[in-house]
């Protein structure tokens, strides 16, 4: 393609565009079309000013290409890109990485689109329109955005076919079609592949720590307002396939990290370097596990979720496991990509019961000189116990403060100060579960009863069309424990004594409808399980997991699995699988070998056609050729031509219709093209 097309004769106004297009330009014009369709997907992760960069520059090629302007010269398009280049080093602070290399792949893609001279410069902005686009896997893998790179490679086919063509240039829907023919001819054979090829666990590539960045999850640390904006994300933390019956909402705890130091506004984990030692942990269990099924997100961080108490049989794939004497689960490495495992859990449990008051006293210190009207409190509602002042009385005690003065659960708590828990029991009295938690914990504490913070995810949403329990990070939630010489940890919810909804349905139905600008109906819909709304955005949640499950998470474990039943169903698999392989490569070599030379053969007789056609002479849909040939013996030309019609015909009666060989097949389709160049 040259940079410098010639100025094609103006075209009658009522003309089609394709037709006034000359075909370096329609050509150029679906190449551009293509690479907007591969960098439209990094827009959205990019810094602005990058998608704004390469869209310009796009831009500026299609505005080339249409008026037939030169283009640009190297001395300028360098100071360009040197120039881009420094903007991503200062946007990212280097060029090494997911997204500095993505970026600077984006600008060179964009850049290359203003520096084609020669055919070469087609096939290198094609292949690095490839690259580009498998790179938009790095940020998502869903289901569009599957669909959306399907459709996007079929256009850079579509590209790449139009450029291979020397003669005329079929209509574009004839090229898309030809690239769906041959994306399904591909389809059963990468199949295979994806199924039988050995796998390996984790990603195929190896990225620096920003591949794993931008996740989201609970943190080893709790302050106002931390599981609120949680609270606000959509994002799936895992899901969930109970092999029993599923249970009760209220029964859904799924413990992750215990908190037990407090400075006056944020809690944090008990350090061990403060002397804790192991303890020998008291656990007694009663009746059978569940057992159950999680598939956990990508969270990059080492936290497990898992429904209370867990057993001791916990083994996650790929990674290393440790826990603490308060019940956490945890990998030695953070979790970057997803895992599946099964866990089993005892709904009825008693932990550390029977142990000794003085290993207890790490659980109820609290710092000096903060919250002072929440101490006198604690002292107010111990003394109005009036000698009945259990731990569990304490703690309905503080319960019952909370049901019956006017407290609010939201998401959106007002700001409290130094004395954090005081601001939010006597002044603003509206806060979401951390606040309850955490003063229910300070409370406590000031009353002598050991007491702590737990935070991880309450209940989740049940998808009646298959079964799986999803489990958002807006369920993440805090919630509390107390401890009893007799009993040992006792788990009370002090959300529930304000918003019950909350833990007994859902968070949406704990807080209040926001404004819905008309959309109230709408959203009714949504929320009624029973609903077509709802029934869609499960039908679309289900096929979402089995995604997940079969394509993205298709590792060792899974292709064993499935190959070792499909061994079951066959015979043996391995056999079966080499067959299936064999089968397919020898109906692509039979293909390639037996179609390519009737399409060749086709291709020159329609070449033929089109060239006596534009003399006159169209060849009729029912006729032969020999009917062809006696036609054409009336047409006025030279008897070098005439031979020349009359030998192209026969050998093309006896390729179609007769027998030979693969070589000699060869030798004659070179045979017609020859001849095709006589009939003009």
């Known amino acids: 393609m040259s940079a410098t097309p010639p100025r094609p004769p103006a075209a009658p106004a009522g003309q089609p565009l394709a037709q006034r297009l000359t075909r370096d330009k329609a050509d150029t014009l679906l190449l551009l079309a293509a690479a907007l369709m591969v960098l439209a997907p990094h827009f959205s992760h990019l810094p602005p000013w990058i998608g704004v960069l390469a869209g310009a520059t796009l831009l500026w090629r299609a505005a080339l290409t249409w008026l037939g302007k030169r283009l640009p010269p190297v001395w300028l398009l360098l100071p360009i890109a040197l120039a881009a280049m420094a903007g991503v080093y200062r946007s990212y602070h280097t060029l090494l990485g997911r997204d500095a290399g993505v970026a600077m792949l984006v600008l060179l893609l964009a850049f290359k689109l203003l520096e084609m001279h020669a055919k070469r410069d087609l096939f290198v902005v094609t292949f690095l329109g490839f690259f580009v686009l498998l790179t938009s896997f790095f940020y998502s893998q869903s289901i569009p955005a599957a669909l959306w790179v399907a459709l996007t490679l079929a256009m850079l086919l579509t590209a790449q076919q139009s450029f291979q063509y020397t003669g005329a240039v079929p209509p574009l829907a004839r090229r898309l079609r030809t690239t769906a023919r041959l994306t399904a001819l591909a389809a059963p054979l990468a199949l295979l592949l994806f199924v039988g090829f050995p796998r390996i666990q984790g990603p195929l590539w190896g990225l620096p720590g920003d591949a794993a960045g931008g996740k989201t999850g609970l943190s080893d640390s709790m302050a106002p307002g931390t599981l609120s904006s949680l609270?606000?994300?959509?994002?799936?933390?895992?899901?969930?396939?109970?092999?029993?019956?599923?249970?009760?909402?209220?029964?859904?705890?799924?413990?992750?990290?215990?908190?037990?130091?407090?400075?006056?506004?944020?809690?944090?984990?008990?350090?061990?370097?403060?002397?804790?030692?192991?303890?020998?942990?008291?656990?007694?269990?009663?009746?059978?596990?569940?057992?159950?099924?999680?598939?956990?997100?990508?969270?990059?961080?080492?936290?497990?979720?898992?429904?209370?108490?867990?057993?001791?049989?916990?083994?996650?794939?790929?990674?290393?496991?440790?826990?603490?004497?308060?019940?956490?689960?945890?990998?030695?490495?953070?979790?970057?990509?997803?895992?599946?495992?099964?866990?089993?859990?005892?709904?009825?449990?008693?932990?550390?019961?029977?142990?000794?008051?003085?290993?207890?006293?790490?659980?109820?210190?609290?710092?000096?000189?903060?919250?002072?009207?929440?101490?006198?409190?604690?002292?107010?509602?111990?003394?109005?116990?009036?000698?009945?002042?259990?731990?569990?009385?304490?703690?309905?005690?503080?319960?019952?403060?909370?049901?019956?003065?006017?407290?609010?659960?939201?998401?959106?708590?007002?700001?409290?100060?130094?004395?954090?828990?005081?601001?939010?029991?006597?002044?603003?009295?509206?806060?979401?579960?951390?606040h309850y938690a955490g003063a229910y914990v300070v409370l406590m504490r000031a009353m002598g009863v050991p007491a702590r913070v737990v935070t991880g995810y309450q209940g989740g949403e049940r998808n009646p069309v298959d079964g799986y329990l999803t489990v958002r990070q807006s369920d993440a939630h805090a919630w509390a424990e107390f401890w009893t010489q007799a009993g040992g940890w006792r788990r009370v919810d002090p959300t529930a004594a304000v918003a019950p909804e909350r833990v007994e349905r859902n968070l949406a139905r704990a807080l209040p409808r926001p404004a819905a600008f008309g959309l109230a109906p709408l959203l009714d819909l949504q929320n009624d399980p029973d609903s077509w709304l709802a029934q869609l955005r499960f039908a679309y949640a289900a096929l979402n997991n089995s995604w997940n499950q079969w394509v993205l998470d298709y590792n060792p474990e899974r292709q064993r699995s499935f190959l070792e039943e499909l061994g079951a169903a066959v015979g043996n698999w391995r056999t079966a699988l080499g067959a299936a392989l064999a089968a397919g490569l020898l109906w692509l070599l039979r293909w390639q070998r037996g179609r390519r030379p009737a399409d060749a053969l086709a291709a020159l007789y329609a070449a033929f056609g089109r060239q006596q056609a534009r003399h006159g002479y169209a060849r009729a849909a029912a006729e032969g050729p020999r009917d062809y040939a006696a036609r054409l013996r009336t047409m006025p030309a030279s008897a070098e031509k005439h031979a020349a019609m009359e030998q192209f015909l026969h050998l093309y009666g006896q390729l179609m219709y007769g027998a030979g060989g693969t070589e000699s097949r060869k030798a004659s389709l070179a045979t017609l093209k020859t001849l095709l160049s006589l009939c003009r």
């Open 231 to 434: 609270a606000q994300s959509d994002e799936v933390a895992f899901r969930v396939r109970f092999f029993g019956a599923v249970p009760a909402q209220p029964q859904l705890y799924w413990r992750s990290i215990v908190l037990g130091d407090y400075d006056g506004r944020t809690w944090t984990r008990v350090p061990r370097k403060r002397g804790l030692q192991r303890l020998d942990v008291a656990v007694s269990a009663r009746g059978a596990p569940l057992r159950y099924e999680t598939t956990m997100e990508a969270s990059n961080t080492r936290w497990l979720a898992l429904l209370e108490l867990a057993g001791p049989t916990l083994q996650v794939p790929g990674y290393r496991l440790r826990d603490s004497d308060e019940m956490e689960q945890f990998t030695t490495d953070p979790i970057s990509h997803r895992v599946r495992f099964e866990a089993s859990a005892y709904l009825d449990f008693t932990l550390q019961a029977g142990e000794r008051p003085q290993r207890m006293t790490h659980w109820l210190e609290l710092p000096a000189g903060v919250n002072p009207r929440t101490l006198a409190l604690a002292q107010q509602l111990r003394a109005a116990a009036s000698g009945a002042d259990t731990p569990q009385q304490l703690s309905n005690a503080v319960l019952q403060r909370f049901r019956r003065d006017g407290y609010r659960y939201t998401l959106e708590p007002p700001l409290t100060g130094a004395n954090a828990v005081d601001d939010f029991l006597f002044t603003t009295k509206a806060g979401f579960c951390e």
